[in-house]
């Protein structure tokens, strides 16, 4: 079979999705639902409008729509750059020397360089929809923010983008692309917000945290003129409209006879993980086939394979619901780590709980050296520079691919290839010059950080 | 038609042509010979080879076969990265209100970020497997650095690249890149070479020229250890390779039924242009076609527009064979211009003969300010961030669709959007900024300049 496959899979537009696909209309054990801070009450559709588009606040509540339409321009937009290729790796398992077959689905080569555009296309669509003036967000690498520029210049939508200080410093050119889309960019914490100004003052030299920045967005957004804020991870509309990346995946699979065994993905806030999950998890939830789903993570934020299940603050600056999830504690600290797209304390819900009930199987936690190792090796092979966060998918995929090596099966992986690395070059640069170092969290400091996390049950 | 073209027209694989096409053996006044410029007589091959793998020597020197067999490994590399997506420009078209149907050939979906790479492989392919120890080469904005390093990497070559300073120090992480994919890397004039060193004590404060990087990566090959020297744009050898942009162009054009009335490209070193013209310029030899080309170059570095089509060095440290060309003076020093790609002294002498015989049709010089207004333009509409270099080919695509616009003529354009611009942030920057300025040489300063050619005919 494998022979007639070409390297690239590059399916024709009419394959691109006219619906998204919502895994929480099939999970049997629903996800608990996200709680009103002050009432611990599920948050209704009324407490989330003032933060959230309104459709996307309706997206964001159902669980029981099992496929939702995509609106037609919408659509328009992903023909500019879906579906995305899904490309066999054949030099890499050549160099690995592996029987085993490697998928990824590749989702940079859109000017985001990441998978992160399938969601701010349809965020701010909505949200010109809706008549809005104008968009707030956080980045945490910036390919979030990069894609979110990309939408709201598209659709004409004034956009302030909070990004992490340590990404902002280790990639000054994240703020040169998001103003060519013509954004605003903010170094979080910032000056400009009171819950930045706290974060500040009790710790002055942070480099600042996804938590930290989300806080410093919302309470823009809250405070402005007709102004919603927008997210690119964690929540459930984000993972719904990610579904794309695995509903193309699959269709492309299909066409050639297969089906993986092994669905590998990173995980940061989740958004790319559960829609490339999603619709093989269908067919684990229905029986009809049981793929193993493996998530990756850095061990210096190590949510699902050190954290707590519980509920808590999706934020630092503990503005926004409570979700239940996987995570460190709001206020944990995450140490620097290149992969600023996962430097998050928390993990979307509906991952923490495909985890917590063992259909996700396993979840991994790797150092960033480890990860680089494996970028390099990737890169001289396959001739794509990945993003530190995708390489951590490399990572576990050239593990599984080693293993069948040992046993000789021909298993085939599915793996996210999320985006490019053309603004982690300092980090590149770190590592091949052997000045990047690993820093994992104590168990101790791990403790303290539970220690703050709300008591909600 | 149109209703039923698609954003991107991605050819499948089976579409990666097979055979370059050299389209000298179709020109029916070839263009004059090189010449070795102590004998003044006609390279040889046996002039050449010291200097250049032996196949790419043949090659250089070959006006007679029509199509060249793409040997199969090369095609297999092609399939990582080709058939490289025709799109359609449907955003760029409403937002200029224009009739016209404009169509780019997209090179910049790899991580050279670039044509380049097409003759990146081939280039590298021959020195293995002539059994070379390493090789050198010249870069200016980068892109060839980047993309001979992939190759080289590909095929466990060493390199060492000589990067053009100004664009060494406006781009940073080009080092980065190169190096993550193993090769080394040195600023030009460096002190490494007899040139340089010679080049640096006429011109102290040079921030160097493609024309003295190659001079540099010359002098390192000849004085290697079994090395020899690659190029990445001017020669025969590279138009030939980079034919594979028309070739697929034209094909997925002819699935649509289209034909282009113009054809636009950035000039130069005339690699792009010339591979992307290169079957439409056969039509229009044999009469069965009349396609209207425009090359377009940087009007601080005009060779097409204001040069001399003169026997010149290729280089500025007056090492290579004369070629004859579109030149300024091998020893014309260009302004500082972001568009690193194109600060070449002389064109292609392909580019160059076609041009004076009036095959292509007008050229056109443009200030870098009016290049960064038309490639913010077109990234926020197409969502593809271009380098500037591609910029030029887009600026000119405007022009001739807001003319349509004017007369309500349906032509249908096609150009060369060559590369990305993820490396080019601090010109970007600069533009937004104001304080990107113009520079065009004087009369006089041209004039000085053109003193210096040899003294040939």
Redesign the interface.
């Known amino acids: 079979m494998s022979k007639n496959v070409?390297?690239?899979i590059?399916l024709?537009?009419e394959y691109i999705p006219k619906q998204w696909y919502n895994i929480r209309a099939d999970m049997k054990d629903k996800q608990p639902p996200l709680l009103n801070p002050s009432t611990l009450k599920p948050a209704t559709l009324y407490d989330l409008t003032p933060v959230f588009c309104t459709e996307l606040a309706k997206q964001e509540l159902d669980d029981t729509t099992r496929y939702i339409d995509i609106p037609e321009p919408i659509c328009e937009f992903y023909?500019?750059?879906r579906p995305s290729p899904l490309i066999r790796a054949y030099?890499l398992e050549k160099e690995l020397g592996t029987p085993a077959k490697i998928y990824y689905k590749f989702e940079g080569?859109?000017?985001s360089?990441s998978h992160k555009l399938n969601s701010a296309i349809p965020q701010a669509y909505y949200a010109k929809a809706q008549g809005l003036k104008s968009l707030t967000t956080e980045t945490g690498a910036g390919q979030w923010g990069t894609a979110l520029s990309?939408a709201c210049?598209?659709y004409d939508l004034p956009l302030t983008v909070y990004m992490v200080k340590g990404s902002y410093l280790q990639k000054?050119?994240r703020?040169?692309?998001i103003?060519?889309?013509?954004a605003k960019i903010v170094p979080s914490p910032s000056d400009t917000t009171k819950v930045g100004r706290a974060i500040l003052e009790k710790f002055p030299n942070t480099t600042g945290s996804l938590g930290c920045a989300i806080s410093e967005a919302v309470e823009t957004a809250v405070e402005g003129d007709n102004s919603r804020y927008v997210l690119g991870s964690v929540l459930n509309q984000v993972v719904l409209h990610q579904s794309i990346i695995g509903l193309e995946a699959k269709a492309a699979l299909e066409m050639y006879d297969e089906y993986p065994d092994i669905v590998i993905g990173c995980a940061g806030g989740g958004s790319n993980i559960g829609g490339l999950i999603a619709p093989f998890m269908k067919d684990k939830i229905d029986g009809t086939k049981n793929p193993y789903f493996i998530a990756v993570e850095p061990a210096s934020c190590p949510s699902l394979t050190r954290g707590k299940y519980a509920y808590d603050f999706c934020d630092t600056g503990k503005v926004t619901p409570l979700a239940k999830m996987y995570t460190l504690g709001c206020e944990f600290q995450p140490a620097s780590n290149h992969a600023g797209g996962l430097r998050y304390h928390g993990m979307s819900p509906i991952i923490s709980k495909l985890y917590h009930d063992g259909l996700i199987d396993e979840a991994r936690g790797v150092e960033q050296t480890a990860i680089f190792k494996s970028a390099?090796q990737f890169?001289?092979?396959?001739?794509?520079?990945p993003a530190p966060e995708s390489a951590h998918a490399i990572w576990a995929t050239v593990e599984e691919a080693l293993k069948c090596k040992e046993t000789g099966e021909e298993k085939t992986i599915l793996f996210g290839l999320t985006g490019?690395g053309?603004?982690d070059?300092?980090a590149?640069?770190s590592f091949?010059e052997q000045t990047m170092g690993d820093y994992i969290p104590t168990d101790e400091e791990l403790e303290e950080a539970f220690k703050l996390l709300p008591q909600v049950e």
Request: net charge positive; aromatic share 16%; proline share 7%.
């Open positions: 070409p390297y690239r590059n024709p537009e023909k500019m750059c030099c080569n859109n000017t360089g990309m210049a598209y000054p050119f703020k040169n692309i103003e060519t889309f013509g390099v890169a001289r092979c396959e001739g794509i520079l490019t053309y603004f070059m300092t590149y640069s091949l």
